[in-house]
């Protein structure tokens, strides 16, 4: 690996780390503002969608050969999981 494909692998963990932590942050927000069921239910039910989202990351990062192509599909792996904590700090936060 050289240095840019180097660089540019550390550019991408760093946005995964970031984004992880701003649903997280944002699941504590929304969960401690007294959200109605309704909307927890929702977001429950997104889940299908984001589970999709994480197959077709986990296929594509088996799949490709290049570097590029598997830091993209690694993001269609990173949403889900970060959704994940989103949806444990609300159910968390609003259990308290």
């Given at each position: ?58 296929i594509g990062v088996w799949r490709t050969k290049e570097l590029s192509t598997r830091l993209f599909f690694l993001w269609l792996i990173v949403i889900p999981v970060a959704y ?13």
């Amino acid at each position: 690996m050289n240095q840019t494909q180097a660089m540019i692998s550390r550019f991408h963990v760093l946005g995964y780390f970031l984004v992880t932590l701003l649903f997280a942050g944002a699941g504590l927000i929304l969960g401690a503002s007294d959200v109605q069921d309704s909307l927890v239910v929702s977001l429950v039910l997104f889940a299908k969608f984001i589970l999709l989202s994480f197959i077709i990351g986990l296929i594509g990062v088996w799949r490709t050969k290049e570097l590029s192509t598997r830091l993209f599909f690694l993001w269609l792996i990173v949403i889900p999981v970060a959704y994940v904590f989103f949806l444990i700090m609300v159910m968390v936060t609003r259990v308290h």
